[in-house]
Every structure is written in C-alpha cells, then in structure tokens.
C-alpha cells in the first residue's frame, strides 16, 4: 500500500463505538486503501456499519442501545479533503468547527429512552447537519446506509464529475448565464409592481443611497477600526514602554548600548591579537549594530506614536455610526457580513433606482436584455445537456461491463438524461434544463426501474460497487462504505468483487464488510470482530488481523474451523493470490 494512495482525499481515520448492541467499547482505525471486516455471524459487523449510519443522520433506535446500558454513543474522525467542494467549504463556513490536524469529529448519543444528541467536533449540533457533513465525506452501501446515490440531486452530481472537465466548464457557464437571467427577471418583476410600491421603493433606495454616501462604509474596515480603539486606549501605556526600551538601551549612565559597545571594543581588540576571537567580534558588531538600530526605530516611534490616530470617542463614534447602518440595510450576520451585504447593495441600488424611474423606455431596454439572457442562458442549458447524454452513454456501457463481470450477466443499467425541450421561463434551474435518472433491472427482460426499487440489498450494493468503481477517478468522495456487496455469490464472482474493491480503493478508502474470504484477502487492513459470550450479555471486540491470525480467519471463513489443515492450506494458497 502507497502512501500516496488517495492522500489529498477525505477519510475515515478512526471509528469509536460505545453500548452498541454487542459491541461494549470499540476504537476502529482505519486506513487509506481497503479495509475489510470479518468475524462469526452475530459477531457484529453490521454494528460498524450501523455506527456509521448513525452519524450520517439515520433515524436514533433505543433498541441499537446496548443491554444493561443507558446510552449508546458513536464518533468518527474524517480527515478532511486537500480540495474541498463547494458544498464542503459551505458546511464548514456555516458551522465553522473546531479543526484539529485538518480532521473533524462526528458524534451521535441515543438513550435508553430514544432521545438523540449530535455533536460536531464537541460542539453541539442537529442530526440533519451531521448527515450533510457524512453526505460529503462518505458514501453508504447498504441496507443500513444512507444509499445517498439512489437521489436524483446525487446522481446527476456524479455524472457531472464522470463527465470530466468538459461537464464542470459548461455547469460553470450555464451558472454565470443563470445568474444573469435570474438579475434581470428579478428586476423586471420589480417594475411590475403598482406605481404606489414603485413610489416607496424609490424613496427607500435613494435613503440607503443618501445613508451610504454620508458614512461611505467599507466592509473591510472594522477589524481595522477595532485595532485602532484597542491602541488608542493603551496609547499612553505603550508610550512608557516605548520610553523605557529607549532609556534603557541609550541613558548616558545605564544605557545598555554603550556598555555592549564597551564589550564589542574589547572582543575586536582579543581578535586584532588572537584570531580565535573573530567570530566572538563579529557577533558582538553584529548585537551591538542590531540594537542600535533598534533604539533609533523605537526613539523615531516614540516622538510621534498615536498622534495619526483619531480621538477615541470618534472611533468609537464611527464604530456606532457604521454597526447602526449595518442593521438598517444589512440584514442578518455579523458586522462585517452585514456591511459587505450592504456594500453589494449599494452597487445595484443606482440601476434599481434608473429602472424604476426610467418609464416604458427603461422597461423595454430590459425586456431586450432580458430576452438576450435568456437566449444565452437556453444556449449554456443545450450545450450542458449534451455533454451530460453523451457522458451518460459511456457510463451506462462501462456500468454494464462491470455488472457482467459482478456475476450480474442479465442484469441492465441505464443513465438516461431527459431534458425539457421547449422550457418556460420557470423550468430553468441552478443545474440546469435535465434530470438525471439512473435505472436498473436484475432481470434481462425485466421492466428498467429506479436503482432505489429494483435492486434487492445484495444487488444494489454490487451495483453501486460498480457504478463507484467506474465514476471514481472524478468523484469528490473519499470514502465507501460497503455492505452485503458479496451476498448470494461466491467463487469465481466473490474474487472478481474483491478485485473491484480493491480497484476502488487503490485512490481511495473502501470499507467493507464480508462473510467471504474472496474478498477479505484483498484487505490491505483486515479487521476482526471478536465475539465473546459470558452469561446472557454479549461483548465484542475488534482487532487488527496480521500473519498467522488472519490465515486462521481466511480458514475459519472456508471451512468454519480455523484450525484446519487443509483449510489454512487453501487460505495460504488465497492470500498469496491476493498479495500476487
């Protein structure tokens, strides 16, 4: 395992579990590349994915809380992706989290009595924002997942990132077009209003206008402001220490200087005579000249320190003045948000103003652009659309290939983009004039259907399975939560989806769960959940599985006996297929 391997990726570092259902206490490290889990039935394997599950925002069950306990609680550390995504950033903007080692913790606690607390790095938060957080980080397969995939929104989003550049140029301008079409819709509805409202919007425009001119606020200038009324209120402490670094260093009696430039003669004298004291000489010029100069920086300073500043009340005047104006025209948010709000509206206001005074000749000037807009904006939509049917048809080919090699033969796989054709002006969106539907039949004559209803727990997680594997390379996810991919399959099958595992994982983190040694040797961490009965309470344990211990497991999974000789033979014969 490199330790490239998907570096500038998001992932699961660690998985931390406690009371839930068997599992008493649990601390799971994970690592890049492929991570598998394995252990006896009842064991508890699905309760790592239920963990997970449950900090993505699954629904809080008192039954998950383990007997004898009174609550149950889950946490995952995600290291954080080199280059987030615009959803990310927007998350970590709104929520602003503590970040350590560029990692966030996601927390989830349920009592006895069904009642859910959720935390984000410590910080108290709600179940939904944890599931936009683990939307972003990780993807869930499996009958306890999220199944984010099966949503329209999620599926055209990752046949934007299957397409390439080519699908990220043509979003970006469709956006920059729609923006512009939304603007002049906006402003053209404005001038429809009654000329009562008109009237008032005027007079409330020129007012903000009038407030803005008079104050001329600057979004970036309150943290400024605010340094200015910290230092005007020490100005006369900051002097006397001004005062005292240049007494100290140049007073005729105590000054520091003269006696170092006694010091720097003396060493420059030892060094005329011996030539082991140069370098002594050289660093005594060196301090002395240094603090020299800092003596004369620091008199220069102390002559006129604080006379540029403003008198504190009119700091603290300004200061009122711009936090006044701010909640007049700013909305909500901070002071800074609210003048860099204001700011912005400041800069349309003037057109606002000239559109609703401008008569019929004004409204038709905009009608025009508008029409213009919209022209472009239908241009940006076609040209978008055609990438992504395009894209479509390669990533329903590589899908089906994938499937046949998942001992799926019959089974069919659609990406079909349907666009509106002749759009009114309220059918265009932020993503554009398309929806994206992925179908699926296990049958060959079987009818295509939603990927949510037409796949069984088994067949839908060998089918994300491939739809990931293809569409990887560009997807922003760093982590790929598998379970029951292997269910009903075996032999030549279980190996080809051990191999497509491990092809996933080589530029990210697939964790799977498995009762198959086909696709456990594949593991570049295998993981072991241990099951030990005392009395009527269950504990499990898990362990990291190395050497000898993990070729009893790969034999215990053949044959149910990990002692066996012929069994740990053909483990042996397995794990060096895996490592080959």
């Known amino acids: 395992m490199g330790s490239s391997r998907g570096s500038g990726r998001s992932r699961l570092n660690e998985l931390s579990i406690r009371n839930l259902g068997v599992i008493e206490e649990a601390e799971i490290e994970f690592v890049p590349g492929l991570n598998v889990l394995t252990g006896e039935t009842g064991a508890g394997k699905t309760m790592v994915v239920t963990a997970l599950s449950l900090i993505a925002g699954a629904k809080s069950d008192s039954d998950l809380v383990r007997l004898g306990s009174e609550r149950l609680s889950v946490a995952g550390n995600f290291k954080l992706p080199e280059h987030r995504t615009a959803t990310l950033d927007s998350l970590l903007s709104e929520q602003e989290p503590d970040i350590e080692d560029n990692?966030?913790?996601?927390?989830?606690?349920?009592?006895?009595?069904?009642?859910?607390?959720?935390?984000?790095?410590?910080?108290?938060?709600?179940?939904?924002?944890?599931?936009?957080?683990a939307d972003a980080l990780i993807e869930i397969h499996g009958q306890h997942g999220t199944l984010?995939?099966?949503?329209?929104s999620?599926?055209?989003?990752?046949?934007?990132?299957?397409?390439?550049?080519?699908?990220?140029?043509?979003?970006?301008?469709?956006?920059?077009a729609f923006e512009i079409f939304c603007e002049l819709k906006r402003r053209l509805l404005d001038l429809d209003k009654s000329e009562s409202s008109r009237i008032s919007k005027i007079q409330e425009l020129e007012e903000f206008l009038k407030d803005e001119a008079k104050l001329r606020p600057k979004s970036n200038e309150v943290?400024?402001?605010?340094?200015k009324i910290a230092l005007s209120e020490n100005v006369e402490?900051?002097?006397?220490h001004l005062g005292e670094i240049v007494s100290t260093l140049t007073s005729e009696e105590i000054g520091a200087l003269g006696r170092i430039d006694r010091a720097r003669r003396a060493f420059n004298a030892l060094a005329a005579k011996d030539k082991r004291f140069l370098e002594q000489a050289k660093r005594a010029d060196n301090s002395f000249f240094d603090l020299r100069d800092l003596a004369n920086e620091s008199a220069a300073l102390l002559e006129s320190f604080g006379e540029d500043l403003a008198p504190l009340d009119d700091l603290h005047a300004r200061?009122?003045?711009l936090r006044s104006f701010a909640k007049k025209h700013g909305g909500e948010g901070d002071l800074t948000e609210q003048l860099?709000?204001?700011?912005?509206?400041?800069?349309?206001?003037?057109?606002?103003?000239?559109?609703?005074?401008?008569?019929?000749?004004?409204?038709?000037v905009l009608k025009n652009e508008f029409i213009n807009s919209r022209k472009v904006l239908l241009d940006k939509?076609?040209?978008?659309?055609?990438?992504?049917?395009?894209?479509?048809?390669?990533?329903?080919?590589?899908v089906s290939q994938e499937l046949t090699d998942l001992a799926m033969p019959s089974a069919r796989f659609l990406c079909e983009v349907t666009s509106r054709s002749e759009p009114k002006d309220d059918d265009f969106e932020e993503t554009g004039l398309d929806d994206v539907y992925m179908k699926f039949s296990a049958h060959q004559n079987g009818e295509l259907l939603p990927i949510s209803k037409a796949a069984s727990g088994g067949e839908l997680s060998r089918l994300m399975l491939a739809i990931e594997v293809v569409a990887a390379g560009n997807s922003p996810l760093g982590t790929y939560l598998f379970d029951e991919v292997d269910s009903g399959i075996g032999g030549k099958a279980a190996l080809e989806v051990g191999k497509r595992l491990k092809k996933l994982a080589a530029d990210s983190q697939v964790i799977v769960v498995t009762h198959l040694p086909q696709v456990a040797i594949w593991a570049d961490r295998h993981l072991i959940v241990n099951k030990d009965s005392s009395g009527s309470i269950s504990e499990s344990s898990v362990s990291i599985a190395t050497g000898e211990e993990r070729e009893s497991e790969i034999a215990r999974m053949l044959s149910g006996i990990s002692d066996s000789e012929h069994a740990q033979e053909h483990a042996r014969e397995l794990l060096n297929l895996g490592k080959a």
């Open 103 to 133: 990692s966030i913790i996601l927390t989830r606690i349920i009592n006895r009595d069904g009642k859910s607390k959720a935390s984000l790095s410590g910080l108290p938060t709600t179940s939904a924002t944890l599931a936009n957080f």
């Open 148 to 152: 984010s995939l099966t949503k329209s």
């Open 154 to 176: 999620r599926q055209r989003e990752l046949l934007d990132n299957y397409a390439g550049d080519r699908a990220l140029a043509a979003v970006s301008q469709y956006k920059h």
């Open 223 to 227: 943290e400024d402001l605010e340094r």
């Open 237 to 240: 402490e900051l002097r006397v």
């Open 319 to 321: 200061k009122s003045a």
């Open 340 to 364: 860099l709000r204001a700011e912005e509206r400041a800069k349309a206001a003037k057109n606002e103003i000239a559109d609703l005074c401008g008569g019929e000749e004004r409204v038709e």
């Open 381 to 398: 939509a076609k040209t978008l659309s055609a990438v992504r049917v395009e894209a479509a048809s390669r990533l329903t080919f590589s």
